[in-house]
């Protein structure tokens, strides 16, 4: 079962089109750490999941436009 916060993450990282890898780069962590808790089998701190969205956001400035959720599948 994901936490809310594994799931906000994934959302947002797919929201805005970014690799599990390129998260794990900006954040100076492994790919398999980012796996970890998006599938919330590792819990993070309240400051770690605000340093991880704000990660997601500075990666977005870089990209295009952020994916509608229909785009991303929600309500599938």
């Given at each position: ?5 594994g ?70």
């Amino acid at each position: 079962m994901e936490t809310t916060q594994g799931a906000n993450i994934r959302a947002e990282r797919v929201r805005y089109r970014l690799t599990q890898q390129e998260l794990a780069s900006e954040l100076g962590l492994l790919r398999s750490t980012v796996v970890e808790v998006e599938q919330s089998k590792l819990e993070i701190s309240q400051p770690e999941y605000v340093r991880w969205l704000t990660g997601i956001n500075r990666l977005a400035a870089h990209k295009a436009e952020p994916r509608t959720p229909a785009e991303c599948g929600a309500g599938n």
